[in-house]
């Protein structure tokens, strides 16, 4: 298992963990590819929200149409690569993208980057940002959902 997997998905464990104890997100669309889930929680949207503030997060983020390497986010974003391996790492652990692999032409060295694929875990995110609440709509595709252990067990249980 790759070493930023053991300890990914801050935000959709924190998930998981308050929704055994109250209603903190709930399915708004399910379609063949993707579901759509609302999540009802102050603490955890403004989580969400501070990691879309940062302006390097969300280059990389829209520049992550598809899988890639650190090599083609770097070339994509036009961001330092000290920058880009940094942010890929807070947005690993978050859980906003995700491991997905190694590049078939690249051999990986132990504990580096190198070769390693990410994509997007979130599809599409909408905020509702009322005074009195704070929610976050996000769209997963089906794969990546099956790939963010957290999200699928919960998504999975309601489903």
Known sequence: MHRMQKRAFLLFIELVEKSHA????????KEDTCITIRI????????????????DNRIILYNLRSPM????IVKKSKLPQSSVYRKVDALVEQGLILFSGFDRDVKNGKGNH?????????????FNLKSDTRTTEITVERRALQKCKPLYLLVSNIC
Do not use: P, R
């Open 22 to 29: 109250e209603s903190v997100f709930s399915i708004v669309k």
């Open 40 to 55: 009802n929680d102050i603490e955890l949207t403004d989580k969400i929200i501070d990691a879309y503030l940062d302006k």
């Open 69 to 72: 390497t650190i090599t083609e």
């Open 114 to 126: 190198k070769g390693a694929v990410y994509e997007k875990t979130i599809h599409s995110i909408s």
